[in-house]
């Protein structure tokens, strides 16, 4: 290929090239040869190199050394030469490059040229690619074009001008006044670029917004204007006229009339006419009734108005056309807290949406779905979201797994039916609920007295049935080593009566232990079951120490550690095994806070404690307490009024309500043998919290565990004290360079509404240097569907109860 061909012959030559190589061997050769044309001093082929220069650069190949052509050429008084240099300029230049500068001055001249098409390709190249500095030093003369008496530019120049109100927000004071008189045009381009450029100037200053809003009743004169014109060749879209000026001007109502009771009720009529008289069998009309929507929904409008939105919206449910379904349910979802019963009426349309084949359009109908969900719909709502549990993708159960749990812990019309619903998604989606889910069902079933019969027969053919699904079988091995003895008396009125025998029940926990499919802490809570059933049957005792004593040599190392520990229970202190074995009391979670199973102080209280049989019982819990860590037996030290709410193996829990006992106590505390303990004082209060984030329902509070020295542990806890649930929530910290940090994992990433659970995360922080601490806080979390995200400054830290 010689030097000197047409850029229509190149292309033909590139296109022809066979290998990657090939056409990279053509381009190489074509850039030298435009470079060595290029230092020619008199070249009259420049504009055509250029434009050959520019195809290498869309293919994605290095272009730069034409930046300076296209300076020359910009400044070279021929048209054509002119049109290249400036779509060069705009493609290889950017704000950036210091090229760019060398172009100010020629396109200030071209912009007082006398034809109109050199100032077009000025604007144009300004608008594209104009950095700050050419934007204030060229804002005057886009000022001046906006009065031009040329349409075709004063379009141009309108766009201009939102490029450098987007560019420097200050100047927009400079075109006010012209853009208020653009919107007497007749031009539907120059009337479509006034409206971007008013809705810019509205959106960057408070002023100019209270001065537009006395715009309100030409805009929409304007807008009726659109609604009732007839056909016309130049602007009609499928039977809509103009529908991008429509669209644009409703954005530029719903910012005037935005918290603004004159300017909403000034455009209420004019709404309420696009939403009946426009139609939406075409995607131009839905796009010009989905602004009609979020208009109506972001102002004042009145009742039946939003109503009217609301069954637009509707209407886009039964669309074919899954991107209008997918922007209606998302725009329910904003509404749904405000505008509940107008959305109800469409719940049958949402829960069909549940059977879309697009994975958008099913997360989208979950969300609302949930959303709806109310105390008189509750079992018709569940029932539909069960089924969709069943059938749903993988990556959308968990999402469901949690929304039902929420929704039946907040509606649940009865104990039993709470617990059926929980027992179904375990069943259904067992492997894909979060961790929280087997201690939150567990306090559910333990505070449900008169169902554990019924509870038991149900988990027991659920555990033989399927041993697959973690989460069911840790609740029914729990259950089981709680009230096996009911499930051995067969006798239950709810449900149909079954024949089980000791050996039926331990083989099952014993399938349990040995099946590949259970993880370490369900092989915990299978051991803890075998072990409590110690207590409930009296023919197999022999059998399950045996069980026991086998896992005393596990790999598993908490395993083998319970196990050890049963085995002196059932050895050394076998006389004390039924008092520490028995049913767990009644149990009050008074915070939701603890997701993991491990209960906090205070967090879990008997209700009916029982009185000890001997006055010199407390002597003995005080040192009982010390050796907790060593045996888990026992719980937090300051609950002296129940030492034995804490969590035996795999959260199995160990009563030692011997220690009510004087004798049991003192023998507990050598289980070990030789232990020289020494009692240590315990905390009179609680660490000091203090709240450092308060914000649209969401409440940060921080306390300090240990005194503000060089090693230090905080807490955060946030709470949700709005109307809406709240999910993915994350806590990032930073503090100083000079301070080491370490966040340990949260208790959990959502907040159910009306503080009905709290998240918590510990970060540890080492200050060796003891510089003045100050922390950061990053906030991010999702609320009916948007994202929010927001940092708080901490710079004082409360002081630790003592």
Same mark, same amino acid.
């Given at each position: 290929?010689?030097?000197?061909?047409?850029?229509?012959?190149?292309?033909?030559? @590139?296109?022809?090239?066979?290998?990657?190589?090939?056409?990279?061997?053509?381009?190489?050769?074509?850039?030298?040869?435009?470079?060595? #044309?290029?230092?020619?001093?008199?070249?009259?082929?420049?504009?055509?190199?250029?434009?050959?220069?520019?195809?290498?650069?869309?293919?994605?190949?290095?272009?730069?050394?034409?930046? %300076?052509?296209?300076?020359?050429?910009?400044?070279?008084?021929?048209?054509?030469?002119?049109?290249?240099?400036?779509?060069?300029?705009?493609?290889?230049?950017?704000?950036?490059? &210091?090229? /760019?500068?060398?172009?100010?001055?020629?396109?200030?001249?071209?912009?007082?040229?006398?034809?109109?098409?050199?100032?077009?390709?000025?604007?144009?190249?300004?608008?594209?690619?104009?950095?700050?500095?050419?934007?204030?030093?060229?804002?005057?003369?886009?000022?001046?074009?906006?009065?031009?008496?040329?349409?075709?530019?004063?379009?141009?120049?309108?766009?201009?001008?939102? =490029?450098?109100?987007?560019?420097?927000?200050?100047?927009?004071?400079?075109?006010?006044?012209?853009?208020?008189?653009?919107?007497?045009?007749?031009?539907?381009?120059?009337?479509?670029?006034?409206?971007?450029?008013?809705?810019?100037?509205?959106?960057?200053?408070?002023?100019?917004?209270?001065?537009?809003?006395?715009?309100?009743?030409?805009?929409?004169?304007?807008?009726?204007?659109?609604?009732?014109?007839?056909?016309?060749?130049? =602007?009609?879209?499928?039977?809509?006229?103009?529908?991008?000026?429509?669209?644009?001007?409703?954005?530029?109502?719903?910012?005037?009339?935005?918290?603004?009771?004159?300017?909403?009720?000034? %455009?209420?009529?004019?709404?309420?006419?696009?939403?009946?008289?426009?139609?939406?069998?075409?995607?131009?009309?839905?796009?010009?009734?989905?602004?009609?929507?979020?208009?109506?929904? *972001?102002?004042?409008?009145?009742?039946?108005?939003?109503?009217?939105?609301?069954?637009?919206?509707?209407?886009?449910?039964?669309?074919?056309?899954?991107?209008?379904?997918?922007?209606?349910?998302?725009?329910?979802?904003?509404?749904?807290?405000?505008? =509940?019963?107008? $959305?109800?009426? =469409?719940?049958?349309?949402?829960?069909?949406?549940?059977?879309?084949?697009?994975?958008?359009?099913?997360?989208?109908?979950?969300?609302?779905?949930?959303?709806?969900?109310?105390?008189?719909?509750?079992?018709?709502?569940?029932?539909?979201?069960?089924?969709?549990?069943?059938?749903?993708?993988?990556?959308?159960?968990?999402?469901?797994?949690?929304? @039902?749990?929420?929704?039946?812990?907040?509606?649940?019309?009865?104990?039993?039916?709470?617990?059926?619903?929980?027992?179904?998604?375990?069943?259904?989606?067992?492997?894909? $609920?979060?961790?929280?889910?087997?201690?939150?069902? @567990?306090?559910?079933?333990?505070?449900?007295?008169?169902?554990?019969?019924?509870?038991?027969?149900?988990?027991?053919?659920?555990?033989?049935? &399927?041993?697959?699904?973690?989460?069911?079988?840790?609740?029914?091995?729990?259950? +089981?080593?709680?009230?096996?003895?009911?499930?051995?008396?067969?006798?239950?009125?709810?449900?149909?009566?079954?024949?089980?025998?000791?050996?039926?029940?331990? *083989?099952?926990?014993?399938?349990?232990?040995?099946?590949?499919?259970?993880?370490?802490?369900?092989?915990?809570?299978?051991?803890?079951?075998?072990?409590?059933?110690?207590?409930?049957?009296?023919?197999?005792?022999?059998?399950?120490?045996?069980?026991?004593? +086998?896992?005393?040599?596990?790999?598993?190392?908490?395993?083998?550690?319970?196990?050890?520990?049963?085995?002196?229970?059932?050895?050394?202190?076998?006389?004390?095994?039924?008092?520490?074995?028995?049913?767990? !009391?009644?149990?009050?979670?008074?915070?939701?806070?603890?997701?993991?199973?491990?209960?906090?102080?205070?967090?879990? #209280?008997?209700?009916?404690?029982?009185?000890?049989?001997?006055?010199?019982?407390?002597?003995?819990?005080?040192?009982?307490?010390?050796?907790? *860590?060593?045996?888990?037996?026992?719980?937090?030290?300051?609950?002296?009024?129940?030492?034995?709410?804490?969590?035996?193996?795999?959260?199995?829990?160990?009563?030692?309500?011997?220690?009510?006992?004087?004798?049991?106590?003192?023998?507990?505390?050598?289980?070990?043998?030789?232990?020289?303990?020494?009692?240590?004082?315990?905390?009179?209060?609680?660490?000091?919290?203090?709240? $450092?984030?308060?914000?649209?329902?969401?409440?940060?509070?921080?306390?300090?565990?240990?005194?503000?020295?060089?090693?230090?542990?905080?807490?955060?806890?946030?709470?949700?004290?709005?109307?809406? &649930?709240?999910? /993915?929530?994350?806590?990032?910290?930073?503090? !100083?360079?000079?301070?080491?940090?370490?966040?340990?994992?949260?208790?959990?990433?959502?907040?159910?509404?009306?503080?009905?659970?709290?998240?918590?995360?510990?970060?540890?922080?080492?200050? !060796?240097?003891?510089?003045?601490?100050? %922390?950061?806080?990053?906030?991010?979390?999702?609320?009916?569907?948007? !994202?929010?995200?927001?940092?708080?400054?901490? *710079?004082?830290?409360?002081?630790?109860?003592?």
């Amino acid at each position: 290929m010689s030097p000197s061909v047409r850029l229509q012959e190149m292309i033909r030559v @590139i296109r022809s090239a066979r290998t990657q190589g090939e056409e990279r061997g053509v381009i190489q050769r074509e850039c030298a040869a435009i470079r060595a #044309q290029f230092r020619q001093a008199d070249n009259g082929g420049r504009s055509h190199n250029l434009a050959k220069l520019l195809y290498v650069h869309m293919l994605g190949y290095p272009a730069h050394f034409g930046q %300076m052509e296209c300076v020359r050429l910009i400044a070279s008084p021929r048209y054509n030469e002119k049109r290249v240099g400036y779509l060069g300029a705009m493609m290889l230049l950017d704000e950036n490059q &210091d090229a /760019s500068l060398l172009i100010t001055n020629s396109i200030k001249n071209d912009l007082a040229h006398s034809s109109q098409y050199v100032q077009s390709l000025a604007l144009c190249t300004l608008a594209c690619m104009g950095s700050a500095e050419m934007c204030r030093d060229l804002a005057p003369e886009i000022d001046r074009l906006l009065r031009a008496s040329s349409s075709y530019i004063k379009k141009k120049a309108t766009l201009c001008a939102v =490029h450098i109100v987007r560019k420097v927000p200050e100047l927009g004071e400079l075109f006010t006044p012209a853009a208020r008189a653009l919107l007497a045009e007749k031009n539907h381009g120059v009337l479509h670029g006034a409206v971007i450029l008013i809705t810019e100037l509205c959106e960057r200053n408070a002023q100019t917004l209270v001065q537009f809003r006395e715009a309100v009743p030409e805009l929409v004169h304007i807008m009726r204007g659109l609604v009732t014109s007839g056909y016309s060749p130049e =602007h009609t879209v499928a039977g809509i006229s103009d529908p991008f000026l429509q669209v644009r001007i409703l954005r530029l109502l719903r910012i005037l009339g935005r918290n603004n009771d004159t300017a909403s009720d000034a %455009m209420n009529d004019l709404l309420a006419q696009v939403a009946t008289n426009t139609d939406s069998s075409k995607t131009a009309g839905s796009a010009v009734l989905y602004e009609t929507v979020l208009t109506v929904m *972001d102002i004042k409008s009145e009742s039946g108005l939003r109503v009217l939105a609301v069954n637009i919206l509707g209407r886009f449910l039964l669309n074919n056309d899954r991107n209008i379904r997918y922007i209606s349910m998302t725009s329910l979802q904003k509404i749904v807290s405000t505008d =509940h019963n107008a $959305v109800q009426r =469409h719940r049958g349309t949402i829960v069909d949406c549940l059977k879309d084949q697009d994975a958008s359009v099913k997360r989208r109908a979950l969300e609302l779905s949930l959303a709806l969900v109310s105390a008189i719909n509750i079992r018709s709502m569940m029932k539909e979201l069960l089924l969709f549990l069943s059938t749903c993708p993988p990556e959308l159960k968990s999402h469901a797994a949690s929304g @039902i749990f929420n929704a039946a812990e907040r509606y649940s019309p009865s104990q039993r039916w709470h617990i059926d619903t929980i027992l179904h998604v375990l069943i259904t989606a067992g492997g894909d $609920v979060r961790d929280e889910t087997v201690p939150n069902l @567990i306090q559910l079933i333990t505070n449900a007295s008169q169902l554990h019969c019924y509870t038991v027969h149900k988990l027991y053919r659920a555990l033989v049935a &399927d041993i697959s699904q973690q989460p069911l079988v840790q609740v029914a091995c729990w259950c +089981i080593g709680e009230y096996g003895d009911s499930l051995l008396q067969g006798e239950c009125e709810e449900t149909e009566p079954i024949q089980v025998t000791e050996d039926d029940i331990l *083989d099952a926990l014993e399938t349990v232990l040995q099946s590949h499919m259970s993880s370490p802490a369900t092989r915990g809570f299978a051991l803890t079951a075998t072990m409590k059933l110690s207590t409930r049957i009296t023919e197999n005792v022999d059998r399950i120490r045996s069980i026991v004593s +086998i896992y005393g040599s596990c790999m598993d190392v908490e395993l083998q550690q319970r196990a050890v520990e049963y085995n002196a229970l059932f050895k050394k202190y076998d006389h004390m095994r039924a008092a520490v074995l028995e049913k767990m !009391p009644v149990m009050d979670r008074s915070s939701m806070g603890q997701t993991n199973g491990e209960s906090g102080g205070g967090g879990v #209280q008997e209700l009916e404690p029982t009185k000890p049989k001997q006055p010199e019982t407390m002597v003995a819990l005080q040192p009982a307490s010390q050796v907790c *860590d060593l045996l888990d037996l026992l719980s937090d030290p300051n609950e002296q009024s129940l030492p034995g709410t804490a969590q035996g193996p795999g959260g199995g829990p160990l009563d030692p309500a011997s220690l009510m006992s004087g004798s049991a106590g003192g023998d507990l505390l050598y289980l070990l043998g030789g232990l020289e303990l020494t009692p240590t004082p315990t905390p009179a209060t609680a660490p000091a919290a203090v709240t $450092v984030y308060d914000k649209s329902g969401v409440v940060l509070k921080l306390s300090c565990e240990r005194p503000l020295d060089a090693s230090q542990t905080i807490t955060l806890t946030a709470t949700n004290t709005s109307d809406h &649930d709240i999910s /993915s929530l994350t806590l990032q910290a930073a503090v !100083p360079k000079n301070v080491q940090l370490q966040m340990k994992a949260p208790s959990g990433d959502s907040l159910p509404a009306r503080s009905s659970a709290v998240v918590t995360q510990t970060v540890l922080l080492n200050n !060796p240097n003891k510089v003045s601490l100050k %922390m950061r806080v990053r906030l991010s979390y999702t609320s009916q569907g948007s !994202p929010f995200q927001d940092t708080v400054q901490i *710079d004082s830290f409360p002081t630790p109860g003592l």
